[in-house]
């Protein structure tokens, strides 16, 4: 099972390699893992994609929460918050094809961001089911470079 | 009035009432020992930063109190971290301070500079990078608060010289405010009321105590425990004298070479009692065959320690101090006679036991007779290998803090320079290093600081000529190819006792052995190495196989 794990962590040096060294030290992969500001200065927010089944969910969880940096860990799933990410997807695209791209981009409310003479750049955000739906109708035009931010989470009240 | 960084250093040390300090000096932490100079708390001189750790920690395991450290940067950090590790790994309070290059050069591969905190990071509690010299005494305070509270550990405190150097006003605070560190202390009601209602319908019960019991002092709230509920207990290797081994409840250690009795009790079990114990692999083997029928009570401050390899029926976040006092108040004692009696029989049925041959000393004898011969009144710390494990099973340990060991990481050459710590702890008491001849050649440079100290330890070697313990698992796993754990080509430990200024004594038979030992507590000034030369190829039984279970069992008898 996929978790989406939210920590808020003091906004420190170190704090980063202290949560990523935690996961590679027992073995966890992390499917993505994102890091920002918050709306407090001192607060930093860590959006971590995690598998695994219940045990090592819970592991990760009390692992994280041993951390001294760390002061909330949530455990964040589809109903109870909002998720998003944004990807840039850089397609194969002669003109030939250019409408056919332009199509697909139009349904994702997607983004033209750069085009050349063989390639287009797109840009979606959105949740990130929805963004493994926009690659899959692109594949095949050839991508040819694809990028992803990893997931921002937030709880819903 | 301001004061540099390395006064305030020192200032903290003694607001936290630090005694003794263990260390090696360098050129980033000379301003610091310039101010140690005149400190009014002891600094032990260590030969090798590895020793300065063990030592702080034999301390600390021996005390209660913090255990304390300073080393230089780079090599002299680099050489402290088996120390770290093996306190992390056992739980061991300890604030060790390495000098760091200064500020302005860290990063770029300055002379000495090692990435102290990143190297330590896994192996510690926490630690911290100091950056300016306004922080040094917030972060010290914290240092010794993370140190000592909740699940113990080791925190390392990185200080470039520039901030040692650097000077501001002395504030110690007054509290520690971390908002997101806060251990717990009291288990919840609602848990203990259930997990005592377990207890009182249970039929086959067994407490295992762990760690935990001795570094949250529960061991006289154990002991009311057991009393009201009668229900037998055995130990890990780190809950040696948690309670006392004399007590006909005692099932001594269970594990990879714990007696029959405790494990097959355990196994048998309904329901199982943890007390600060964490469910090592070498307690549980085959976590799969481990307790086929039995329920788990699981009581622990660390919360993460909970259904990490056996999952737990009742969890009890809290100290083992608090949490048993509550149950023993609530608790009704369970109707377990029957069980009582069969495990009883058991343990008189199947004694630890060794052969005796003509005049060769087996080990374990010499293990049974330091206990005679010190009333079971000292304290013990050990090596790694055989002689620990004869040290667990053929001592009986009563007292908490009187068996010192490596029992998470295992790290040979922890013995000897922990019982410096120990005996520096407990000047009241004799401190024992049972020892390997492997072993004890791996800090064996720390004996001149016992001489210079005074300090009378005894170290007692089980010379087998081997790393026994590796030959004893290629014997019974590896058809006997003993490739490369013979060590016969040794010094002469009699002779290097006396190079150092301490006594030497070799015995060869059976005979000798009580005289060498009498000779031994009647020295009180010196160090003593007793060089017994044992039984080369004597084996530690019972063993289950790692990753095996109680019916793998191999006991002498089988073999
Ligand atoms: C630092 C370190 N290196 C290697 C080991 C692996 N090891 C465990 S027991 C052992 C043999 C110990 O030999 P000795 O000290 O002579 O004790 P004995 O088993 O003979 O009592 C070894 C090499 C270890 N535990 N620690």
Same mark, same amino acid.
């Given at each position: 099972m996929r978790h989406v794990i939210s920590v808020k962590v003091e906004n420190k040096f170190g704090v980063l390699a202290r949560v990523a060294g935690l996961f590679s030290a027992r073995g966890y992969n992390i499917d993505s893992l994102t890091v920002s500001q918050t709306e407090q200065e001192d607060i930093s927010v860590m959006t971590i994609v995690v598998r695994g089944d219940d045990r090592i969910i819970e592991q990760v969880k009390k692992q994280l929460n041993k951390l001294i940096d760390i002061i909330k860990v949530t455990d964040h799933n589809e109903f109870s918050a909002v998720q998003r990410e944004l990807a840039l997807v850089k397609v194969n695209a002669?003109?030939?094809?250019?409408?056919?791209?332009?199509?697909?981009?139009?349904?994702?409310?997607?983004?033209?961001?750069?085009?050349?003479?063989?390639?287009?750049?797109?840009?979606?955000?959105g949740e990130p089911g929805r963004i493994d739906s926009f690659i899959e109708l692109l594949r095949p035009y050839a991508i040819k470079e694809m990028i992803r931010t990893g997931r921002v989470s937030m709880g819903k009240e | 009035m301001k004061i540099s960084g390395a006064e305030i250093l020192i200032e903290c040390l003694k607001k936290e009432g630090v005694e003794v300090m263990f260390g090696y000096p360098g050129g980033v932490v000379i301003p610091i020992f310039h101010h140690i100079?005149?400190?009014?708390?002891?600094? %032990? *001189?260590?030969?090798?930063e590895q020793g300065a750790v063990h030592a702080a920690d034999g301390y600390a395991r021996a005390s209660g109190k913090v255990g304390v450290a300073l080393t230089t940067s780079g090599p002299g950090a680099t050489n402290a971290v088996t120390g770290i590790a093996t306190a992390y790994m056992d739980s061991v309070p300890l604030v060790v301070i390495t000098g760091q290059v200064s500020t302005a050069m860290i990063g770029n591969d300055a002379f000495?500079?090692?990435?102290?905190?990143?190297?330590?990071?896994?192996?510690? &509690?926490h630690n911290f990078l100091v950056q300016n010299v306004e922080e040094l005494a917030r972060i010290v305070k914290e240092a010794f608060f993370i140190a000592s509270t909740g699940r113990p550990g080791p925190v390392v405190i990185d200080i470039p010289v520039d901030v040692s150097k650097a000077e501001t006003k002395f504030v110690y605070p007054e509290e520690v405010k971390l908002r997101s560190y806060k251990p717990v202390y009291k288990g919840h009601p609602v848990q203990i009321e259930k997990a005592c209602r377990l207890i009182e319908t249970s039929k086959r019960p067994v407490i295992y105590a762990g760690g935990g019991v001795i570094a949250s002092n529960a061991a006289a709230e154990l002991a009311e425990f057991v009393k009201k509920t009668g229900i037998p207990i055995t130990t890990t290797l780190m809950g040696l004298g948690a309670y006392p081994e004399t007590d006909p409840l005692a099932l001594k250690m269970l594990g990879m070479h714990g007696t029959f009795y405790a494990n097959q009790a355990v196994h048998d079990s309904d329901l199982l009692i943890a007390v600060g114990a964490r469910f090592d692999d070498r307690v549980t083997g085959n976590v799969s065959e481990f307790i086929p029928e039995a329920k788990v009570i699981?009581?622990?401050?660390?919360?993460?320690?909970?259904?990490?390899s056996v999952q737990v029926d009742i969890p009890i976040v809290g100290d083992c101090k608090a949490v048993l006092h509550e149950m023993t108040k609530i608790v009704k004692p369970p109707q377990i006679q029957e069980w009582v009696d069969a495990i009883l029989k058991m343990k008189k049925e199947n004694p630890l036991t060794y052969g005796s041959d003509g005049t060769r000393i087996k080990p374990q004898y010499v293990v049974e007779r330091i206990y005679e011969l010190t009333k079971g009144d000292a304290v013990i710390t050990t090596e790694v290998g055989q002689n620990q494990m004869w040290a667990a099973q053929f001592y009986?340990?009563? /007292?908490?803090?009187?068996? %010192?060991?490596?029992?998470? *990481?295992?790290?040979?050459?922890?013995? $000897?320079?922990?019982?410096?710590?120990?005996? !520096?702890a407990r000047p009241d008491k004799? @401190?024992?290093? %049972?020892?390997?001849?492997?072993? %004890?050649?791996?800090?064996? /440079?720390? *004996?001149?600081?016992? @001489? /210079?100290?005074? *300090?009378?330890?005894?170290?007692?070697? !089980?010379?087998?000529? $081997? #790393?026994?313990?590796?030959? /004893?698992?290629?014997?019974?796993? $590896?058809? &006997?190819r003993y490739s490369h754990s013979c060590i016969s080509f040794s010094p002469d430990f009699v002779k290097l006792a006396e190079a150092y200024g301490a006594v030497g004594i070799r015995v060869e038979k059976r005979e000798e052995v009580d005289e060498a030992i009498r000779?031994? !507590?009647?020295?009180?000034? &010196?160090?003593?190495? #007793?060089? $017994?030369? @044992?039984?080369?190829?004597?084996?530690?039984?019972?063993?289950?196989?790692?990753?095996?279970?109680? &019916?793998?069992?191999?006991?002498?008898? #089988?073999?």
């Open positions: 002669q003109p030939a094809k250019r409408t056919e791209v332009y199509q697909i981009a139009e349904i994702f409310r997607a983004e033209i961001v750069d085009i050349s003479v063989k390639t287009m750049t797109l840009e979606v955000t | 100079f005149n400190a009014p708390f002891k600094f %032990i *001189l260590a030969r090798h000495q500079e090692a990435d102290t905190t990143g190297i330590t990071r896994p192996v510690t &509690k699981h009581i622990d401050i660390d919360p993460a320690s909970v259904s990490k009986q340990y009563t /007292q908490p803090r009187s068996f %010192i060991s490596s029992g998470g *990481l295992g790290t040979m050459g922890f013995g $000897f320079p922990a019982a410096i710590g120990a005996q !520096l004799r @401190v024992i290093d %049972i020892a390997g001849d492997g072993s %004890i050649q791996m800090n064996i /440079q720390e *004996l001149i600081v016992a @001489v /210079q100290h005074r *300090l009378p330890i005894i170290i007692a070697i !089980l010379n087998n000529g $081997f #790393l026994g313990m590796v030959r /004893q698992w290629q014997q019974l796993f $590896f058809d &006997k000779r031994a !507590l009647s020295e009180t000034e &010196k160090p003593v190495i #007793l060089d $017994f030369h @044992v039984d080369r190829e004597e084996n530690v039984y019972p063993i289950i196989p790692a990753g095996k279970s109680v &019916k793998d069992m191999i006991t002498r008898e #089988l073999v």
